[in-house]
């Protein structure tokens, strides 16, 4: 079974502080975490993955996620959010070794204020 | 020119009418998908194609059907469009590989009155 929690539907963040979209997943086995971003009328945009090794992971535009195995988690972070940042993200799921395809979550409408 | 074009960008139909959404690429991937977007729901898998002569079902194939011409085009089909498919639908790719990324179309968004 897989399936991935986004707890936060929206986000307001002011430009130039860090910002967090928060996910965390729930499998059984070892996880694939993907983030997608999607900006108005556009279709989804892969921004990073986490695969295997190093918890921190980099991404686009320069953005980063960090693996948390013991709390599940699979939080997207930037240092200092821009305007242009202000779109729909979607945290994803798959098993390791499973023929199960990518389960979305519900998505965080991330809106940065100038 | 778009790496995953979709066809038609927006469609307006009514209740019982047959509607076929189109979906080609350019990026060569063996892999090719049909996802569903709700405003709170994310994106529900309807069908997955991983060749020619491969097609799986996803999560939410009840009144859906789907054909993969060719490597490069899958096309979704409602055989009798109802209110609840009006949706935003999205096509994918991926290369052949189970931690491969998804490239998505733009989006076909389909109304049924």
Redesign the interface.
Not at chain 2, 101 to 107: D, I, S, V
């Given at each position: 079974a897989q399936s991935v929690a986004q707890p936060e539907?929206q986000v307001n963040v002011a430009e130039g502080n860090p910002l967090t979209v928060k996910c965390t997943y729930s499998v059984s086995g070892n996880p694939?975490l993907?983030w997608?971003v999607q900006y108005p009328?556009?279709?989804?945009?892969?921004l990073l993955?986490y695969?295997t090794g190093d918890n921190l992971v980099k991404g686009s535009y320069g953005f980063e996620a960090e693996f948390n195995k013991s709390q599940t988690s699979f939080h997207l972070k930037k240092p200092s959010a821009l305007v242009s940042d202000s779109a729909l993200y979607?945290c994803a799921v798959?098993v390791?070794?499973s023929a199960r395809?990518?389960t979305?979550?519900?998505?965080t409408q991330l809106t940065v204020l100038p | 020119d778009a790496d995953?074009t979709q066809t038609p960008r927006n469609r307006i139909t009514k209740t019982g009418k047959r509607i076929m959404l189109e979906c080609s690429q350019t990026k060569g991937h063996d892999r090719m998908?049909w996802?569903r977007q709700d405003p709170?729901?994310?994106?529900?898998?309807i069908y997955?194609s991983f060749d020619v002569k491969d097609i799986n079902k996803?999560e939410i194939s009840d009144g859906y059907s789907v054909s993969r011409q060719a490597q490069a085009k899958f096309s979704l089909s409602l055989e009798s469009a109802i209110p609840n498919q009006t949706a935003l639908y999205?096509c994918?790719t991926s290369a052949l590989t189970?931690?491969g990324?998804?490239?998505?179309?733009?989006?076909s968004r389909l109304t049924v009155l």
């Open positions: 539907d694939y993907f997608y009328n556009r279709g989804l945009q892969f993955k695969i979607f798959r390791s070794g395809q990518l979305f979550g519900s998505g | 995953v998908y996802y709170g729901l994310g994106l529900r898998l997955y996803g999205f994918a189970n931690t990324e998804l490239f998505f179309g733009e989006g």
